[in-house]
Each structure stands twice: as C-alpha cells, then as structure tokens.
C-alpha cells in the first residue's frame, strides 16, 4: 500500500539530491525504500511538505515549510525568496549536487555510458550573487506571513509564496539576486501605494489596482527600466508624475526609463507587456553588451538573464563551433537563431566561414538583421524559414554544411523537428541546452542518426537555484 494518500501533510527528512533541486527523502517499507521527490530542498533538512502526487514506489510533493535547517547551511545576510532556494549552500556544494545529478541524466536517460569522461568543464559564473538582469515583483491583497506560516488579508508587494498562486510574500531587503538599491526599495514602494488608499490585485476576486512590477537591468551603464502595472480600477487617482518624482528621488540617474502600463486581462499572472503603455520617465529600452556587440533591450525582448555567465556560455560553444576549421564545407548555420546573439558572435570570430541564421519567425529575422547592421557585421545572412523547408527552398546549401548551432527553448527539439535538423546533414552540431534532461533525451535520437557525443560542458548560469546549462558537442561518425 502507498505511504500517503493526496493532499497529505507530512514531515520527512531530505536524504540526497536529484536533478532539477527534487530533494529526495526515503521511508522504508516492507517492500524497500519508498521514494519521496521534494522541489527545492537540500539534503540534511527536515521539511513539512503536501503530498500531490502519490505513485505505487515514489510520490511527488511541495515543500511548505523547512522545519529544521542542513548541516550543511551557512547564514546569509540576504533576503530569503522563493527564488533561490540553495543561497544557504555553500557555491562548492551547490556545484557538486548540479554536476552529480546532470551527468546522471547522461548515464540514464541519454544512456551514455561513462559521462564523467566526456565533461569538458564546470564553468561557473562570474557573478555569485546580483547576476541577473531582470526580475518581476507581484502585488497582492492577500500576504504570506512567514511567522505565522498563514495567509493574512494584507497589501504586499514581493513574490509569489512558492506552491500557489495567491499569496506574495513581501520582500523586504536585498535578496542577494537582483539590484540591491531596488530590492531596498521596493517596501518603499510598498509604503507609496499603501498610504495613498490603492488596492492590490487579489487573483480570487479579479480586482485591485496595483500588479505587478518588472525591471529590467543593464550592466553596461547601470541603468533600470522599470514597468508598472495596474489595472484601470483606480486609475483616475494615480497621479502619474508624483510617481514619477518619487522612483527619480531613489534612482536618480539610474533610472533610464519608468513605463506605466494598464493591464485588465483577469488571469493571475498577465504578462507585463500587454495593455496600455505609457512613458512616464526617459525610455523604453536599456542597452546591454555581450562579447563586445551592443544589444537593444526593450520590455518585450528577451535577453539573457545573466549576461556575465552568457558570455562564458557562448564562449564555450564558440571554442567547439572552430575547434575544426571549415574546409570543403564553408557553411555555419544558426538555428532558432532568433534575434541574432549567436549568428553575430559566430561572424564575429569567423575567417573561412558563411554565417547563416535560420528563424521562423519573421519579426526576429527583422531585428537579427538591424542588430548586425548596428553591430557592423557584414556579409551576413538571415532567413525566415522552417527547419525542414531550408534545404528544399535554398538548394545551394546542400551537402556544403559544416556545423549548426542549437539553442532551443527549454523544452528541448520536438523529435519531429529534431529529424528535420539531421537531415540539413552537418557534419557537427553545437547544441546549448538550457534543460540538460530534454538534450540527455536528444542524445539517443542524434546517435542512432549517426551523431556521437564527443564532449560537453556545465555552465551555471544560476547561482542558488538547480538550474544548470549545458553546452555539447557532435560530430558525425
């Protein structure tokens, strides 16, 4: 019989570490070790959690509570949030457990016998704490009291209490993640609305004013666009520029932008680029530099979230792209290229190569294009086409392939889609992953196409979290 039954709260003791930050805790049976999976706890602590999804030899739960800390913790001056659940281990800990459980994966699902002689490397980031570049702060009637461990009817300003979607809990000081000066802020920000009569958003009743707010950051001035976002409820009583004063009065020049954007969608989670926009303060794009080219970066845009360990990540996959120098075959394709990063760092370094990049969607073809122009990178070539149509539209590329580089989302490569990048016939492929579990699983489909794993690298591009990066190399045997 299962151990627990759904919805059940229990405490267990976290044993070890599964890929992904799935604390692992054992409870022995007459029939073994039954195996409990538990999100973002490390192994030593005594946690409270919610069984969801109980399984005939595991289950599945959320951490609610950590009861009693691990051995191996140390205190950190910041901010807990829900964000970073390991700031309390140890950067060599932390690295050890992402390592572990990602060559792991290799061995198990990508059946890849001996990883561990394949690893080129473990780069880490170079920033350990305010590395990320953006953050979203969410507004709510109904806040997360730590102390009580209970949801109070209360205006709050932070992020969302892990494992629901209705609580924030309020952030007051430096979370170690983002902007410290902004962090400090935002129960300032807070104060503002609270005293001048504004509503929170409550996801249950569909109604409040104040919703979210997104900042972005740019490390190459120092600058911060910042997003309001409200719905139109109150909006008669907002006074804009008194708002405006206020964030200038903290900011100063750090603030190159303060958009105000009104947003009645009733999902509880809006994206913060829909509705009404509106400047209210400089400008609505921050600039960023990566590898020595210059980015744009609106709201809209996505870039990566820490550009410091984005440069090592294409670094990486640069050095593998021109290990072999083309020669019968002088052609180097981007795939999914989106808005141009990659295709512009690869004709950056490129001698002998034609850099092509190859994007469905044709607004970021559009934008690759004005970025290399702006870049001043020439002889470039961008195209607006399907995968599996290239070939078939552009026949004067076939069999002249040496490398492709891969960056899909974290979903990894359909396998449908997967086939229609064998049969562009490279004879190398880069494939950056940002999920290692969906490029492990990619490992069987490229090997039976004749693709053997020669060498990948680890990039933590996330301190405190179980995320990991994983860059790899293939070659055609």
């Given amino acids: 019989m299962r151990p627990f039954h759904r919805n059940e709260v229990t405490e267990l003791t976290i044993s070890d570490l599964a890929f992904g930050g799935k604390g692992i805790a054992k409870i022995a049976t007459a029939d073994g070790d039954y195996v409990v999976f538990v999100p973002n706890t490390i192994p030593g602590q005594v946690v409270k959690v919610r069984v969801v999804k109980p399984k005939a030899r595991y289950a599945e739960a959320k951490l609610m509570q950590v009861l009693q800390p691990s051995p191996q913790e140390a205190k950190t001056a910041y901010y807990p949030i829900p964000g970073a659940p390991y700031i309390t281990l140890p950067l060599e800990d932390q690295r050890q457990y992402k390592q572990k459980s990602t060559l792991e994966l290799f061995r198990r699902i990508g059946k890849i016998a001996e990883p561990e002689g394949l690893l080129d490397e473990f780069v880490s980031s170079p920033r350990s704490f305010h590395y990320r570049n953006k953050m979203e702060y969410s507004f709510s009637a109904v806040a997360y009291d730590a102390a009580q461990d209970a949801f109070v009817d209360e205006f709050a300003l932070g992020f969302k209490k892990r494992g629901q979607w209705l609580a924030v809990e309020p952030l007051l000081g430096d979370s170690g993640m983002f902007d410290a000066q902004l962090e400090k802020f935002i129960p300032k920000i807070q104060e503002y609305f609270t005293s001048r009569g504004f509503s929170a958003w409550?996801?249950?009743?569909?109604?409040?004013?104040?919703?979210?707010?997104?900042?972005?950051?740019?490390?190459?001035?120092?600058?911060?666009?910042?997003?309001?976002?409200?719905?139109?409820?109150?909006?008669?009583?907002?006074d804009a520029d008194g708002f405006k004063n206020f964030v200038l009065a903290e900011l100063g020049d750090r603030l190159a932008g303060l958009v105000h954007?009104?947003?009645?969608?009733?999902?509880?989670?809006?994206?913060?680029?829909?509705?009404?926009?509106?400047?209210?303060?400089?400008?609505?794009?921050?600039?960023?530099e990566i590898n020595g080219l210059r980015f744009s970066i609106s709201l809209e845009s996505f870039f990566q979230t820490n550009p410091a360990s984005a440069e090592r990540l294409y670094q990486k996959a640069l050095d593998y792209v021109f290990e072999k120098e083309p020669t019968s075959k002088p052609y180097i394709l981007d795939l999914f290229s989106g808005t141009g990063t990659?295709?512009?760092?690869?004709?950056?370094?490129?001698?002998?190569?034609?850099?092509?990049?190859?994007?469905?969607?044709?607004?970021?073809?559009?934008?690759?294009?004005?970025?290399?122009?702006?870049?001043g990178l020439q002889g470039l070539k961008f195209y607006a086409a399907d995968v599996g149509k290239f070939l078939l539209n552009n026949p004067q590329y076939s069999g002249k392939i040496n490398t492709l580089t891969l960056d899909p989302p974290r979903a990894g490569i359909a396998p449908k889609t997967l086939r229609k990048v064998i049969k562009l016939g490279a004879e190398r492929m880069v494939y950056i992953s940002c999920n290692p579990a969906t490029q492990a699983r990619d490992c069987l489909q490229l090997a039976e196409a004749g693709y053997q794993l020669k060498k990948f690298s680890l990039v933590d591009q996330f301190p405190h979290t179980a995320h990991i990066e994983s860059v790899a190399l293939f070659e055609k045997v």
């Fill in 261 to 288: 954007t009104v947003n009645d969608d009733i999902s509880d989670r809006p994206k913060s680029t829909d509705g009404q926009q509106e400047i209210l303060h400089g400008q609505d794009f921050i600039e960023e």
């Fill in 202 to 238: 409550h996801s249950k009743k569909n109604s409040g004013f104040c919703r979210m707010l997104a900042v972005k950051k740019s490390f190459l001035h120092d600058h911060l666009l910042l997003n309001l976002v409200t719905s139109s409820s109150q909006l008669q009583a907002f």
């Fill in 342 to 375: 990659i295709t512009q760092l690869l004709a950056q370094r490129a001698e002998k190569a034609q850099i092509i990049g190859v994007e469905l969607v044709e607004e970021a073809v559009q934008d690759a294009r004005q970025n290399a122009e702006a870049n």
